[in-house]
């Protein structure tokens, strides 16, 4: 059974990792670590762009990749405060 969530890139960036193991409840805590790759294969969308972003999830601490265009909202980890 689906979970309603529709097709394609989802409305609201969460971290891959936590969608998978937790559900719906966690991953929105994440950090842009400043590196950036392009992605230029003729898929973006208004919710994708042409250039993927590297984050960190504060809550699990999985490193990955993402083109979502929210990833754009989200805080560099050198601008937070040690």
Known sequence: M???HGTGQPI?????????RFGSITGYKV???GRT???DDGRATR???NTEHE???LH???VGW???VDILGKPLKADLPT
């Open 2 to 4: 689906g979970t309603s």
């Open 12 to 20: 609201r960036f969460r971290c891959s990792a936590c969608r998978r």
């Open 31 to 33: 950090v842009r670590t």
């Open 37 to 39: 790759r392009p992605k």
């Open 47 to 49: 919710r994708s762009l």
């Open 55 to 57: 984050y960190k999830c």
């Open 60 to 62: 699990c601490g999985h």
């Open 66 to 68: 993402s083109r979502h």
